[in-house]
Protein backbone atom coordinates (compact mmCIF):
# COMPACT_ATOMS: atom_id res chain seq x y z
CA UNK A 1 0.00 0.00 0.00
CA UNK A 2 1.63 3.71 -0.97
CA UNK A 3 1.56 6.62 1.50
CA UNK A 4 -1.90 8.65 1.65
CA UNK A 5 -2.92 10.91 -0.72
CA UNK A 6 -6.00 12.40 -1.55
CA UNK A 7 -7.51 14.11 -4.36
CA UNK A 8 -7.49 17.67 -4.52
CA UNK A 9 -11.11 19.07 -4.15
CA UNK A 10 -13.06 22.13 -3.64
CA UNK A 11 -15.59 21.21 -0.88
CA UNK A 12 -19.30 23.06 -1.29
CA UNK A 13 -21.55 21.10 1.10
CA UNK A 14 -23.22 22.23 4.01
CA UNK A 15 -20.18 19.97 6.02
CA UNK A 16 -17.66 18.67 6.47
CA UNK A 17 -15.82 22.05 4.73
CA UNK A 18 -12.32 22.93 3.65
CA UNK A 19 -10.45 22.80 6.91
CA UNK A 20 -8.58 26.00 7.54
CA UNK A 21 -4.26 25.51 6.50
CA UNK A 22 -3.46 26.80 10.16
CA UNK A 23 -6.19 24.48 11.45
CA UNK A 24 -4.45 21.37 9.85
CA UNK A 25 -1.01 23.24 10.89
CA UNK A 26 -1.53 22.94 14.49
CA UNK A 27 -2.82 19.19 13.98
CA UNK A 28 0.49 18.48 13.53
CA UNK A 29 1.76 19.77 16.90
CA UNK A 30 3.26 17.06 19.36
CA UNK A 31 0.92 15.83 22.01
CA UNK A 32 0.55 16.32 26.01
CA UNK A 33 -0.67 14.22 28.53
CA UNK A 34 -3.92 14.96 29.68
CA UNK A 35 -3.17 15.96 32.82
CA UNK A 36 0.08 17.98 32.53
CA UNK A 37 -0.57 21.41 33.05
CA UNK A 38 0.72 22.76 29.72
CA UNK A 39 -2.35 20.40 28.59
CA UNK A 40 -4.78 21.50 31.13
CA UNK A 41 -3.91 25.12 30.42
CA UNK A 42 -4.80 24.70 26.86
CA UNK A 43 -8.31 23.11 27.62
CA UNK A 44 -8.91 25.57 29.83
CA UNK A 45 -8.15 28.39 27.21
CA UNK A 46 -10.69 26.29 25.09
CA UNK A 47 -13.52 27.06 27.49
CA UNK A 48 -12.83 30.80 27.54
CA UNK A 49 -12.87 31.01 23.45
CA UNK A 50 -15.71 29.47 23.65
CA UNK A 51 -17.69 31.15 25.84
CA UNK A 52 -17.04 34.25 23.28
CA UNK A 53 -18.06 31.78 20.49
CA UNK A 54 -21.49 31.42 22.22
CA UNK A 55 -21.45 34.88 23.35
CA UNK A 56 -22.84 32.98 26.78
CA UNK A 57 -21.23 34.13 30.57
CA UNK A 58 -22.01 30.30 31.43
CA UNK A 59 -19.62 28.38 33.66
CA UNK A 60 -19.84 25.19 31.33
CA UNK A 61 -18.38 25.38 27.67
CA UNK A 62 -16.29 22.64 26.87
CA UNK A 63 -16.18 19.91 23.43
CA UNK A 64 -17.52 16.60 23.51
CA UNK A 65 -15.56 14.15 21.80
CA UNK A 66 -17.56 12.63 19.05
CA UNK A 67 -19.27 14.10 16.08
CA UNK A 68 -21.91 16.57 16.37
CA UNK A 69 -24.13 14.42 17.52
CA UNK A 70 -22.82 13.30 20.40
CA UNK A 71 -23.00 16.90 21.96
CA UNK A 72 -26.62 16.33 21.59
CA UNK A 73 -26.71 13.18 22.69
CA UNK A 74 -24.61 14.31 25.82
CA UNK A 75 -26.83 17.35 26.55
CA UNK A 76 -30.43 15.00 25.69
CA UNK A 77 -29.10 12.04 27.95
CA UNK A 78 -27.72 13.91 30.48
CA UNK A 79 -31.22 16.03 31.36
CA UNK A 80 -33.85 13.75 30.09
CA UNK A 81 -35.25 11.59 32.47
CA UNK A 82 -37.13 8.63 31.31
CA UNK A 83 -41.12 9.61 30.91
CA UNK A 84 -39.96 13.35 30.81
CA UNK A 85 -42.16 15.07 28.18
CA UNK A 86 -40.50 16.88 25.58
CA UNK A 87 -41.13 18.85 22.27
CA UNK A 88 -39.44 19.14 19.55
CA UNK A 89 -40.66 21.42 16.78
CA UNK A 90 -39.39 19.89 13.17
CA UNK A 91 -38.35 21.96 9.83
CA UNK A 92 -36.65 19.26 8.55
CA UNK A 93 -34.30 16.37 8.76
CA UNK A 94 -32.01 16.91 11.99
CA UNK A 95 -35.68 17.62 13.56
CA UNK A 96 -35.83 14.20 13.48
CA UNK A 97 -32.51 13.23 15.01
CA UNK A 98 -33.47 14.90 18.16
CA UNK A 99 -36.95 13.16 18.46
CA UNK A 100 -34.61 9.98 17.89
CA UNK A 101 -32.38 11.02 20.16
CA UNK A 102 -35.28 11.77 22.80
CA UNK A 103 -37.15 8.68 22.58
CA UNK A 104 -34.09 6.54 22.96
CA UNK A 105 -33.17 8.18 26.29
CA UNK A 106 -36.76 7.76 27.57
CA UNK A 107 -39.02 11.04 26.71
CA UNK A 108 -42.40 11.13 26.02
CA UNK A 109 -41.25 13.14 22.61
CA UNK A 110 -44.52 15.60 21.30
CA UNK A 111 -43.68 16.84 17.94
CA UNK A 112 -44.81 19.67 15.44
CA UNK A 113 -43.85 19.58 11.77
CA UNK A 114 -43.92 22.53 9.45
CA UNK A 115 -43.29 22.16 5.53
CA UNK A 116 -39.72 21.70 4.80
CA UNK A 117 -38.84 24.57 2.86
CA UNK A 118 -40.36 26.96 5.45
CA UNK A 119 -39.93 27.71 9.48
CA UNK A 120 -41.98 28.15 12.58
CA UNK A 121 -43.91 31.02 12.91
CA UNK A 122 -42.57 31.34 17.16
CA UNK A 123 -46.23 31.94 17.91
CA UNK A 124 -47.37 28.58 17.20
CA UNK A 125 -44.42 26.95 18.49
CA UNK A 126 -45.50 29.05 22.12
CA UNK A 127 -49.11 28.22 21.66
CA UNK A 128 -47.97 24.42 21.93
CA UNK A 129 -45.45 24.93 24.63
CA UNK A 130 -48.37 26.12 26.90
CA UNK A 131 -50.46 23.31 25.34
CA UNK A 132 -48.26 20.70 26.28
CA UNK A 133 -46.50 21.94 29.11
CA UNK A 134 -42.83 20.11 28.24
CA UNK A 135 -40.05 20.31 30.52
CA UNK A 136 -37.95 20.50 27.47
CA UNK A 137 -37.98 22.00 24.20
CA UNK A 138 -35.79 21.12 21.67
CA UNK A 139 -34.98 22.25 18.46
CA UNK A 140 -32.51 23.25 15.50
CA UNK A 141 -31.40 26.69 14.72
CA UNK A 142 -30.39 26.15 11.18
CA UNK A 143 -31.57 23.35 9.36
CA UNK A 144 -29.01 22.42 6.64
CA UNK A 145 -31.02 19.74 5.04
CA UNK A 146 -33.49 22.41 3.79
CA UNK A 147 -31.58 25.48 4.51
CA UNK A 148 -33.92 27.40 7.01
CA UNK A 149 -33.07 29.26 10.04
CA UNK A 150 -35.36 29.27 12.63
CA UNK A 151 -35.58 32.63 14.86
CA UNK A 152 -34.95 31.43 18.68
CA UNK A 153 -35.38 34.56 20.58
CA UNK A 154 -38.93 34.74 21.74
CA UNK A 155 -39.65 31.05 22.21
CA UNK A 156 -36.35 30.94 23.97
CA UNK A 157 -37.72 33.87 26.30
CA UNK A 158 -41.26 32.01 26.68
CA UNK A 159 -39.25 28.66 27.64
CA UNK A 160 -37.56 30.87 30.45
CA UNK A 161 -40.82 32.48 31.90
CA UNK A 162 -42.77 29.14 31.71
CA UNK A 163 -39.49 27.78 33.58
CA UNK A 164 -38.60 25.26 30.45
CA UNK A 165 -35.44 23.83 29.41
CA UNK A 166 -34.52 25.18 25.80
CA UNK A 167 -31.81 23.14 24.11
CA UNK A 168 -31.05 24.44 20.55
CA UNK A 169 -28.69 22.41 17.63
CA UNK A 170 -26.40 25.04 16.54
CA UNK A 171 -24.17 22.56 14.62
CA UNK A 172 -24.67 24.56 11.45
CA UNK A 173 -24.79 28.03 12.78
CA UNK A 174 -22.16 28.64 15.53
CA UNK A 175 -19.58 30.42 13.84
CA UNK A 176 -21.57 31.37 10.32
CA UNK A 177 -24.52 32.99 11.51
CA UNK A 178 -25.25 34.89 14.85
CA UNK A 179 -26.05 32.91 18.29
CA UNK A 180 -26.58 34.65 21.28
CA UNK A 181 -26.39 31.91 23.49
CA UNK A 182 -27.50 33.92 26.54
CA UNK A 183 -29.25 37.14 24.80
CA UNK A 184 -31.85 34.10 23.54
CA UNK A 185 -32.28 32.36 26.29
CA UNK A 186 -31.08 29.61 25.54
CA UNK A 187 -30.02 26.41 28.02
CA UNK A 188 -27.84 24.56 26.30
CA UNK A 189 -26.34 25.03 22.42
CA UNK A 190 -24.79 22.58 21.10
CA UNK A 191 -22.03 23.34 17.81
CA UNK A 192 -20.05 21.37 15.40
CA UNK A 193 -16.56 21.82 14.24
CA UNK A 194 -16.80 20.94 10.90
CA UNK A 195 -19.34 23.29 9.32
CA UNK A 196 -19.20 26.90 9.74
CA UNK A 197 -15.91 26.12 12.25
CA UNK A 198 -13.73 25.03 9.58
CA UNK A 199 -11.89 22.12 11.73
CA UNK A 200 -12.29 18.60 11.29
CA UNK A 201 -15.33 16.83 12.20
CA UNK A 202 -15.00 14.65 16.25
CA UNK A 203 -15.88 17.24 18.47
CA UNK A 204 -18.90 18.75 19.48
CA UNK A 205 -18.64 22.00 21.53
CA UNK A 206 -21.66 22.56 24.00
CA UNK A 207 -22.75 25.18 26.83
CA UNK A 208 -25.48 25.19 29.30
CA UNK A 209 -26.48 27.43 32.10
CA UNK A 210 -26.63 26.55 35.76
CA UNK A 211 -30.26 25.72 34.83
CA UNK A 212 -29.12 22.67 33.52
CA UNK A 213 -26.56 22.16 35.51
CA UNK A 214 -28.41 21.56 38.59
CA UNK A 215 -30.12 18.97 36.73
CA UNK A 216 -27.13 17.05 35.33
CA UNK A 217 -25.58 17.54 38.89
CA UNK A 218 -28.82 16.46 40.79
CA UNK A 219 -28.01 12.77 38.59
CA UNK A 220 -24.86 12.40 39.66
CA UNK A 221 -23.83 8.76 40.12
CA UNK A 222 -21.11 8.31 42.75
CA UNK A 223 -18.57 5.32 42.35
CA UNK A 224 -19.47 2.53 44.75
CA UNK A 225 -15.33 2.54 45.43
CA UNK A 226 -14.66 6.02 46.29
CA UNK A 227 -18.04 7.05 47.65
CA UNK A 228 -18.53 7.56 51.60
CA UNK A 229 -21.77 6.39 53.29
CA UNK A 230 -23.69 9.56 53.17
CA UNK A 231 -23.46 9.70 49.20
CA UNK A 232 -24.38 6.15 49.04
CA UNK A 233 -27.19 6.86 50.94
CA UNK A 234 -28.10 9.89 48.61
CA UNK A 235 -28.07 7.54 45.82
CA UNK A 236 -31.45 6.20 46.40
CA UNK A 237 -33.25 8.58 45.08
CA UNK A 238 -31.72 9.51 41.74
CA UNK A 239 -32.27 8.43 38.03
CA UNK A 240 -28.70 8.28 37.16
CA UNK A 241 -27.60 9.31 33.63
CA UNK A 242 -28.08 6.22 31.43
CA UNK A 243 -24.74 7.07 29.48
CA UNK A 244 -21.25 7.10 31.18
CA UNK A 245 -19.55 8.21 27.99
CA UNK A 246 -22.23 11.27 27.70
CA UNK A 247 -22.62 12.02 31.44
CA UNK A 248 -22.58 15.42 31.59
CA UNK A 249 -22.14 15.63 35.27
CA UNK A 250 -18.68 13.54 35.30
CA UNK A 251 -17.35 15.47 32.19
CA UNK A 252 -17.53 19.03 33.98
CA UNK A 253 -15.38 17.27 36.73
CA UNK A 254 -12.92 16.53 34.27
CA UNK A 255 -13.61 20.12 32.62
CA UNK A 256 -13.14 21.62 36.01
CA UNK A 257 -10.14 22.26 38.07
CA UNK A 258 -10.70 19.15 39.95
CA UNK A 259 -9.83 17.14 36.86
CA UNK A 260 -11.53 13.62 37.83
CA UNK A 261 -10.57 11.21 35.46
CA UNK A 262 -13.29 10.66 32.79
CA UNK A 263 -11.66 9.82 29.42
CA UNK A 264 -8.74 10.68 27.80
CA UNK A 265 -9.34 14.02 26.04
CA UNK A 266 -8.64 14.14 22.14
CA UNK A 267 -5.48 15.74 22.22
CA UNK A 268 -5.31 16.58 18.77
CA UNK A 269 -8.95 18.01 17.96
CA UNK A 270 -8.59 20.18 20.88
CA UNK A 271 -5.74 21.55 19.47
CA UNK A 272 -7.34 21.76 16.26
CA UNK A 273 -11.14 23.50 17.87
CA UNK A 274 -8.54 25.94 19.75
CA UNK A 275 -7.33 27.32 16.50
CA UNK A 276 -10.46 27.18 15.02
CA UNK A 277 -12.34 29.44 17.68
CA UNK A 278 -9.44 31.42 17.53
CA UNK A 279 -9.16 32.04 14.04
CA UNK A 280 -13.20 33.24 14.63
CA UNK A 281 -12.64 35.32 17.11
CA UNK A 282 -9.53 36.88 15.28
CA UNK A 283 -11.42 37.73 12.15
CA UNK A 284 -14.22 38.81 14.67
CA UNK A 285 -18.05 37.24 14.88
CA UNK A 286 -19.87 40.58 13.10
CA UNK A 287 -17.34 40.42 10.16
CA UNK A 288 -17.40 37.04 10.06
CA UNK A 289 -21.11 37.07 9.73
CA UNK A 290 -20.89 39.64 7.29
CA UNK A 291 -18.38 37.96 4.95
CA UNK A 292 -20.40 34.71 4.97
CA UNK A 293 -24.02 37.06 3.95
CA UNK A 294 -21.65 38.70 1.06
CA UNK A 295 -20.38 35.45 -0.12
CA UNK A 296 -23.91 34.09 -0.10
CA UNK A 297 -25.36 37.29 -2.27
CA UNK A 298 -22.61 36.77 -4.88
CA UNK A 299 -23.40 33.05 -5.23
CA UNK A 300 -27.19 33.81 -4.98
CA UNK A 301 -26.93 36.32 -7.53
CA UNK A 302 -24.87 34.15 -10.31
CA UNK A 303 -27.38 30.91 -10.11
CA UNK A 304 -30.09 33.16 -10.26
CA UNK A 305 -28.65 34.82 -13.46
CA UNK A 306 -27.84 31.38 -14.31
CA UNK A 307 -31.70 30.70 -14.79
CA UNK A 308 -31.92 28.37 -11.57
CA UNK A 309 -34.55 28.34 -9.34
CA UNK A 310 -33.37 28.62 -5.70
CA UNK A 311 -35.47 26.40 -2.80
CA UNK A 312 -37.45 27.79 -0.31
CA UNK A 313 -38.86 30.69 1.65
CA UNK A 314 -35.84 33.47 1.16
CA UNK A 315 -37.17 35.26 4.55
CA UNK A 316 -35.65 32.55 6.95
CA UNK A 317 -32.71 31.43 4.31
CA UNK A 318 -29.77 30.01 6.10
CA UNK A 319 -27.04 32.56 4.86
CA UNK A 320 -24.37 29.49 4.94
CA UNK A 321 -26.78 27.08 2.55
CA UNK A 322 -28.08 27.92 -1.04
CA UNK A 323 -30.45 24.97 -1.83
CA UNK A 324 -31.37 24.64 -5.81
CA UNK A 325 -34.20 23.66 -7.25
CA UNK A 326 -33.15 20.66 -9.38
CA UNK A 327 -34.08 22.06 -13.28
CA UNK A 328 -37.30 19.29 -14.44
CA UNK A 329 -35.11 16.39 -16.91
CA UNK A 330 -32.14 16.83 -15.33
CA UNK A 331 -30.52 13.85 -12.96
CA UNK A 332 -29.38 15.72 -9.99
CA UNK A 333 -27.11 12.44 -9.00
CA UNK A 334 -25.64 12.59 -12.14
CA UNK A 335 -24.44 16.24 -12.54
CA UNK A 336 -23.04 15.98 -8.68
CA UNK A 337 -20.88 13.11 -10.63
CA UNK A 338 -19.69 14.86 -13.44
CA UNK A 339 -18.62 18.28 -10.90
CA UNK A 340 -16.63 16.24 -8.58
CA UNK A 341 -15.16 13.86 -11.65
CA UNK A 342 -14.48 17.19 -13.86
CA UNK A 343 -13.79 20.03 -11.55
CA UNK A 344 -13.19 18.43 -8.41
CA UNK A 345 -16.40 20.10 -6.93
CA UNK A 346 -18.31 18.44 -4.13
CA UNK A 347 -21.99 19.83 -3.62
CA UNK A 348 -24.46 18.18 -1.64
CA UNK A 349 -27.96 16.41 -2.40
CA UNK A 350 -30.65 16.56 0.07
CA UNK A 351 -32.63 13.85 2.63
CA UNK A 352 -36.61 12.83 2.92
CA UNK A 353 -38.88 14.54 0.78
CA UNK A 354 -36.12 16.62 -0.58
CA UNK A 355 -34.05 13.78 -1.96
CA UNK A 356 -33.60 13.81 -5.70
CA UNK A 357 -35.45 17.28 -5.69
CA UNK A 358 -32.81 19.97 -4.50
CA UNK A 359 -29.00 20.18 -4.46
CA UNK A 360 -27.25 22.13 -1.76
CA UNK A 361 -24.36 24.45 -1.54
CA UNK A 362 -22.77 25.43 1.65
CA UNK A 363 -20.62 28.48 2.09
CA UNK A 364 -19.14 27.90 5.08
CA UNK A 365 -15.85 28.80 7.30
CA UNK A 366 -12.90 28.67 5.03
CA UNK A 367 -14.92 27.13 1.86
CA UNK A 368 -16.39 30.51 1.73
CA UNK A 369 -14.43 32.41 -0.43
CA UNK A 370 -14.67 34.08 -3.69
CA UNK A 371 -12.40 31.81 -5.48
CA UNK A 372 -14.38 29.12 -4.50
CA UNK A 373 -17.47 30.60 -5.14
CA UNK A 374 -16.80 31.62 -9.13
CA UNK A 375 -15.11 28.02 -9.37
CA UNK A 376 -18.58 26.51 -8.40
CA UNK A 377 -20.80 28.74 -10.80
CA UNK A 378 -18.09 28.20 -13.56
CA UNK A 379 -18.46 24.49 -12.98
CA UNK A 380 -21.81 24.06 -12.28
CA UNK A 381 -22.37 25.86 -15.71
CA UNK A 382 -20.59 23.77 -17.49
CA UNK A 383 -22.25 20.66 -16.53
CA UNK A 384 -25.20 21.97 -16.91
CA UNK A 385 -25.01 22.20 -20.34
CA UNK A 386 -23.24 18.75 -20.65
CA UNK A 387 -26.48 17.76 -19.56
CA UNK A 388 -29.04 19.72 -22.04
CA UNK A 389 -30.42 22.18 -19.38
CA UNK A 390 -31.67 25.13 -20.32
CA UNK A 391 -29.57 28.16 -18.46
CA UNK A 392 -28.45 31.73 -19.60
CA UNK A 393 -24.45 31.04 -20.39
CA UNK A 394 -22.00 33.00 -19.22
CA UNK A 395 -24.62 34.75 -17.18
CA UNK A 396 -24.06 33.80 -13.80
CA UNK A 397 -20.10 34.32 -13.24
CA UNK A 398 -20.71 38.03 -14.87
CA UNK A 399 -23.27 38.53 -11.82
CA UNK A 400 -21.28 37.19 -9.53
CA UNK A 401 -18.44 39.12 -10.90
CA UNK A 402 -20.34 42.01 -10.77
CA UNK A 403 -20.91 41.82 -6.67
CA UNK A 404 -17.32 41.04 -6.23
CA UNK A 405 -16.21 44.16 -8.11
CA UNK A 406 -19.08 47.07 -6.71
CA UNK A 407 -17.65 45.34 -3.28
CA UNK A 408 -13.97 45.97 -4.33
C1 LIG B 1 -24.35 18.18 10.45
C2 LIG B 1 -25.46 18.37 11.42
C3 LIG B 1 -25.66 17.50 12.52
C4 LIG B 1 -24.91 16.20 12.71
O1 LIG B 1 -23.57 16.32 12.81
P1 LIG B 1 -22.55 15.09 12.81
O2 LIG B 1 -21.25 15.77 13.03
O3 LIG B 1 -22.65 14.46 11.48
O4 LIG B 1 -22.91 14.18 13.92
C5 LIG B 1 -26.66 17.82 13.40
N1 LIG B 1 -27.44 18.91 13.24
C6 LIG B 1 -27.28 19.75 12.20
C7 LIG B 1 -28.18 20.94 12.06
C8 LIG B 1 -26.29 19.50 11.25
O5 LIG B 1 -26.15 20.33 10.20
Known amino acids: MKELQTPSRTIMTPGPVEVDPRVLRVMSTPIL ?38 GLEAVLASVIEPGDSMLVPVFGRFGHL ?12 HTM ?39 LKQIGEACRALDMLFIVDAVATIGGVEVKVDEWKIDAAIGGTQKCLSVPSGMSPITYNDR ?65 VRLVLEEGLSERFQRHTYHEKALMKGLEAMGLELFG ?65 AGL ?19 ALSIYEQAE
Open 33 to 70: GQFDPAFTHIMNETMTLLRSLFQTENRWAYPIDGTSRS
Open 381 to 399: EAILIKHGAAIHCGAGLQA
Open 313 to 377: DPDCKMPVVTCIVIPSGIDGEAVRADLLHHFGIEIASSFGPLAGRIWRIGTMGYSCRKENVLFVL
Open 212 to 276: VAAVVESRKKVEKGIATQDELQKQIDISPIKSNYFDLSQLQDYWSPRRLNHHTEATTMLYALREG
Open 98 to 109: LIEIGQRYGAEV
Open 113 to 151: ECEWGAVFDPDDIIKEIKRVKPKIVAMVHGETSTGRLQP
